[in-house]
């Protein structure tokens, strides 16, 4: 019998049946001993010899009347059964409010995406936004005014209807809490309601993005009345005068197909149907999402059916589920990308401030090793737009690699010899991958053209993250995760940018592109944004201070008694999407 299958397949559910479901061990000890199976390692006899023990009298106690208490916990914690209309998802850690007007980080909008609905959704990962609550829209002429109207059947969950009123709060609240997500709101200086179902955006510039902006989770519609009898306001004043988070941290206000009835910060999330929902539901009743961020843990818990999804899986992980006829396993890119950074301003930037030199760099990187670190799914972007967004030229072409190539851009450059360069690098990881192991790469790639790269480790909370948001970063690899799912966001990376200027880039060294931030968002209509869009690609294809090396993977399992289950950068996973076969 293959040992890795019989650890996989057979002791491994049983353990995880009994010490997670039977709450024999607790979560500490059962992923302790997982941890041990797992690895199939040398362990000291002392361990392995308390390890069988106990597992000895975990079995004898669920073959001795523990395992009617053992099924009991089970359905109490709503396990993935094949007949159970309840579906448990496992997701990574990392937030602290559920509260749409604060929400920033990557779970949160599963949560908001069920509970809450907006204008404008995106139905798929890679198509354009389309309207939800909204029934029709209009830009006027100078596409600095977008009039849109509202369906006039929707309900929230208190039996309330919505309204355009309700529009104007939810919207004017988020901008006024002044939380991480406000600046969303930036281009719309005002909103009017002239009647009911009618919604007026005056904004201060044409934004191209305003629909896809208007599809984030903190511009979700709230029901008003109900958010002001606890404690809401979308005043002025509201960063100051808002007290209904801690009601919305506990349950949900919307017009959503689910409705939030339970939250136990970093461990458990409950969602139910909503009774009153306008639209049409799944075949979902229940949503437990179990805050769980150990991808082995994930692992364990859907091998043996205790959890139908696994939102934080690995490389590795995924390989220990390969073959279980129960399990499909997606891997895929998202739209978070790795980038290499090289400071335009000499003082800081030294040789790699060097357009040649830049161009060198691009050549010597060996694209194919950094996919193969990032694990299956990751690909190499063409530019600064990600492979997936509207208007993307897709991968940079394999092959592009070119160490001869580079070696005379060097020589051009002055450096026939190569150069000592400090590269700095934080702690953190972009999504389950350390910049680090990026920066080990770096190094090694370039040290093939003579570039003698020394790594400088910092952490991001004791000094990188204020020099590199201030630009006096030299050489440094780093990570981009969107905060809305339209290219527009990429814009930053352009010349006189928040980015670019990270960068040492100023509008001045390269006004033609840096001219294209503006005809970016001017352009409303679909075939001129990705002609423009193809053009700030191209222009960036082989210059600038930044170089996208890779476009992160997500490893998600699931069980098979599932239907649209996929990836989504919007809302991480979309629950309203997903079914019971």
Request: some cysteine; proline content about 4%; charged content about 20%.
């Amino acid at each position: 019998l293959n040992l890795q299958k019989w650890r996989r397949d057979i002791l491994l559910p049983a353990i995880c049946s009994v010490t997670d479901s039977g709450k024999i061990f607790g979560d500490s000890a059962a992923e302790t001993v997982s941890q041990y199976i797992l690895t199939g390692g040398n362990v000291m006899k002392k361990k392995l010899l308390a390890m069988v023990m106990c597992l000895t009298m975990v079995f004898g106690l669920a073959g001795c009347g523990g395992g009617g208490d053992a099924k009991d916990g089970a359905d109490a914690a709503g396990s993935a059964d094949a007949g159970n209309s309840t579906v448990v998802v496992a997701i990574g850690a990392g937030f602290s409010t559920l509260d749409p007007g604060y929400v920033y980080e990557k779970y949160p909008p599963v949560v908001v995406n069920a509970c809450y609905e907006n204008l404008f959704k995106f139905y798929t990962n890679d198509g354009a936004p389309e309207p939800c609550l909204a029934d029709s829209y209009e830009f006027s002429e100078d596409n600095l005014t977008l009039t849109v109207k509202l369906k006039e059947n929707v309900t929230f969950a208190s039996g309330n209807k919505m309204t355009s009123a309700d529009v104007l709060f939810s919207i004017n609240r988020c901008k006024n809490l002044q939380g991480n997500p406000s600046f969303i709101c930036d281009t719309i200086e005002s909103m009017e309601a002239p009647d009911d179902y009618t919604v007026v955006f005056h904004l201060t510039q044409p934004d191209s993005a305003i629909l896809s902006k208007l599809t984030y989770s903190s511009l979700a519609v709230l029901d008003s009345q109900v958010v002001k009898e606890n404690g809401g306001t979308d005043a002025e004043d509201a960063s100051s005068t808002d007290t209904a988070q801690k009601y919305l941290d506990t349950t949900s206000a919307g017009s959503g197909m689910y409705v939030m009835t339970s939250y136990i910060p970093d461990q458990e999330i409950v969602l139910e149907k909503n009774e009153n929902y306008w639209g049409e539901s799944t075949n979902v009743d229940k949503y437990i999402i179990k805050i769980q961020p150990d991808s082995n843990t994930q692992m364990m818990t859907l091998s043996s059916g205790d959890i139908d999804v696994a939102m934080n899986m690995t490389d590795d992980t995924m390989a220990e589920l390969e073959g279980n006829e129960n399990v499909t396993l997606i891997n895929a890119a998202t739209k978070t990308v790795g980038f290499l950074m090289m400071n335009m301003n000499e003082q800081y930037g030294g040789p790699v401030s060097d357009p040649k030199v830049q161009q060198a760099i691009r050549k010597a990187m060996d694209y194919t090793g950094v996919q193969t670190i990032c694990g299956a799914g990751t690909v190499t972007p063409y530019s600064v737009i990600q492979s997936g967004f509207m208007g993307s030229k897709g991968e940079r072409p394999a092959g592009y690699t070119n160490l001869e190539e580079a070696k005379a851009l060097l020589a051009e450059a002055g450096y026939p010899d190569g150069f000592d360069i400090d590269l700095t690098v934080c702690d953190l990881d972009m999504e389950g991958i350390l910049l680090t192991d990026l920066a080990q790469k770096v190094k090694s790639d370039l040290a093939q053209i003579g570039i003698n790269v020394n790594i400088v480790s910092q952490p991001w909370a004791a000094g990188y993250g204020d020099a590199y948001r201030d630009g006096t970063l030299g050489f440094t690899v780093m990570y981009w995760g969107i905060d809305y799912n339209d290219p527009n966001v990429q814009l930053e990376f352009l010349p006189g940018s928040s980015v670019g200027v990270r960068a040492g880039w100023t509008a001045e060294m390269d006004p033609e592109l840096a001219a294209l931030y503006e005809e970016a968002m001017n352009a409303t209509d679909t075939e001129a944004r990705i002609a423009v869009l193809e053009k700030i690609q191209d222009a960036t294809y082989e210059s600038g201070p930044f170089l996208m090396i890779a476009q992160a993977p997500a490893h998600i399992g699931y069980n098979n008694r599932l239907d649209g289950v996929a990836i989504s950068d919007p809302y991480a996973l979309d629950l309203t999407q997903i079914s019971l076969k």
